[in-house]
């Protein structure tokens, strides 16, 4: 009976949840596709290839108060709308990107354009959705909304990419700009329809406060997301440069690892605490990263991948909940949009960084790195944890 009225309290989201997984899509698309055609069509290296991918997250990070800021004072929907306009506008921008490869360094500098306006499009989509969700189900609930917008955002990517290599292989990246076009303004027809959530009438906090209450457990987001970064940016040229197959299968692993976590434990940041999940959780995400790192065979790097989406998965809305816990409740669209930034700036950082790694020592040796890095938001999410039972002033 709990497990039905906390089912039914959900349904809001459901319509808000597939608009997202539409939208995703597009991102889920390109994904194994990106490091391919720089690589391999365009003739550039793992740096290159590394600021390509990073290129969208510093766009998203620029974007996403604004988007914040949208939400709070026009409306969720409307940041939402913004989104998947700029999404399928970047469709555009790939086919003037194949325009030029005839020119490789002219095509890889459009293909960087499309590649922040979709950083934009995804800020103002991911900071809509999660304001509207928290909107629609109230902030006892922030973990459950982050879970769910979650799982249609992995579902997207774990779809998106076999389909992706699917129109690759047939059509080539001009079916890939096709796509870019037309699944944003599919997702767009079915905002239309849906009812808006008024903004709040209370006058917002001032950023300098936002983001001073949300950037310890932004750090530990930003920590824990370069195991993410790493699978996106680095995974398919890790099996290409091994003579391995089935890059599109390790996406799938990592989508169906993420989601369900996210299914059968998305309640337990709202029910124990966010900060506990998060410690547990970068641990496991942390163990997969280095079995990647040491694996001599594909089906080792599988199971790297389904521990990274697993711990991943729990510790995005582990320190969410905590970044909701001390957000002001009149700028939450803000706070989400400061808290996401996060995420933002580790994978803006983290795809040339890496990129850096995987050049002078190995492939291989980026997930050693990235492991490093995950296994470093245990000690932000412990210190969560000690602020959190600490005796209050008096």
């Not at 004072?73 to 399928?88: D, E, I, P, W, Y």
């Not at 002219?106 to 922040?116: E, P, T, Y």
């Not at 079995?291 to 599988?302: D, E, G, K, N, S």
């Not at 932000?380 to 959190?388: K, M, N, S």
């Amino acid at each position: 009976m709990i497990k039905l009225s906390a089912s039914l309290r959900s349904l809001p989201l459901l319509p808000v949840t597939i608009v997202v997984f539409i939208a995703f899509l597009t991102m889920g698309l390109a994904l194994p596709i990106l490091p391919l055609h720089v690589h391999h069509t365009l003739g550039m290296g793992e740096a290159v290839v590394g600021v390509v991918a990073g290129s969208q997250f510093a766009a998203a990070l620029l974007s996403r108060i604004q988007a914040g800021i949208l939400s709070d004072t026009r409306g969720a929907k409307k940041s939402t709308q913004v989104g998947l306009l700029a999404a399928a506008l970047t469709g555009v921008v790939y086919y003037a990107s194949l325009l030029l490869l005839q020119a490789p360094v002219a095509s890889v500098v459009v293909l960087i354009v499309g590649r922040l306006l979709i950083g934009c499009a995804e800020s103002f989509i991911v900071t809509g959705s999660l304001t509207w969700g928290v909107a629609l189900v109230g902030p006892q609930n922030a973990g459950k909304v982050i879970a769910w917008i979650g799982i249609a955002m992995y579902a997207a990517y774990a779809v998106g990419a076999p389909v992706g290599v699917y129109i690759y292989a047939h059509h080539g990246f001009w079916g890939i700009a096709g796509a870019t076009i037309v699944v944003p303004l599919v997702a767009l027809v079915c905002v239309f329809p849906l009812a808006p959530v008024a903004p709040p009438t209370v006058r917002r906090a001032p950023f300098y406060k936002v983001i001073g209450a949300v950037w310890l457990p932004g750090l530990g987001l930003a920590f824990c997301s370069v195991g993410f970064g790493a699978i996106t940016a680095f995974i398919a040229l890790l099996y290409s440069n091994k003579g391995w197959g089935g890059t599109s299968l390790i996406f799938t692993i990592f989508g169906v690892a993420f989601i369900g976590a996210r299914i059968f434990f998305s309640h337990l940041p709202d029910k124990i605490g966010g900060a506990k999940v998060a410690l547990v959780c970068v641990l496991i995400e942390a163990a997969g990263q280095f079995l990647i790192w040491q694996a001599p065979v594909p089906t080792v790097a599988y199971l790297g991948a389904a521990l990274t989406g697993f711990g991943y998965s729990l510790a995005f809305p582990g320190f969410g909940v905590e970044a909701v816990r001390v957000a002001p409740p009149q700028s939450r669209g803000m706070a989400m949009g400061a808290y996401v930034a996060f995420l933002d700036i580790s994978l803006g950082l983290s795809g040339p960084l890496l990129g850096v790694v995987g050049h002078h020592f190995s492939i291989a040796a980026i997930y050693l790195a990235s492991g490093v890095v995950v296994f470093s938001a245990a000690l932000v999410a412990a210190a969560l944890l000690t602020a959190r039972s600490a005796p209050s002033p008096t």
